[in-house]
């Protein structure tokens, strides 16, 4: 889902089946791959920017390759104790942005 920053919803793409060959990475690459004036590709210009949980962690690369700039939360390495600073405020910013999406998603989910 295409959510802008106040929570208004850009474009909902059809639903998908929650089964073991569907997460949210390989949905995602999917979506990456179709062309068209309906495709994610076609919605995201060159100064937007996706906000990403870390379910997308193997989407970075496709990303990358489309030329879509894109922030997630960071991961610890097993050897730390804490995030650096930098790292852990950025993983705040991106946290409190996907709040708007979670937000938008939780109230969809009223309607049955």
């Keep these: 889902m295409l ?8 474009h909902a793409e059809s639903c998908f089946f929650a089964n ?9 690459n999917g979506l990456l791959e179709k062309d068209g004036p309906d495709s994610l590709k ?7 920017v ?3 949980d870390r379910g997308f962690r193997d989407s970075t690369t496709k990303l990358d390759e489309a030329g879509i700039v894109h922030f997630m939360p960071a991961f610890m390495k097993t050897d730390m104790k804490q995030l650096p ?11 409190m942005g996907r709040f708007v999406v979670e937000t938008v998603n939780g109230r969809l989910k009223k309607f049955k």
């Excluded at 802008?4 to 850009?10: E, K, M, V």
């Excluded at 073991?20 to 995602?28: E, P, R, T, V």
């Design 42 to 48: 076609s919605f995201m210009g060159n100064d937007n």
């Design 20 to 28: 073991g060959a569907n997460n949210d990475a390989k949905i995602l």
């Design 3 to 10: 959510v802008f920053p106040d929570g208004y919803i850009l």
């Design 50 to 52: 996706m906000l990403l």
């Design 85 to 95: 600073c930098d790292q852990a405020n950025l993983s705040r910013k991106v946290t």
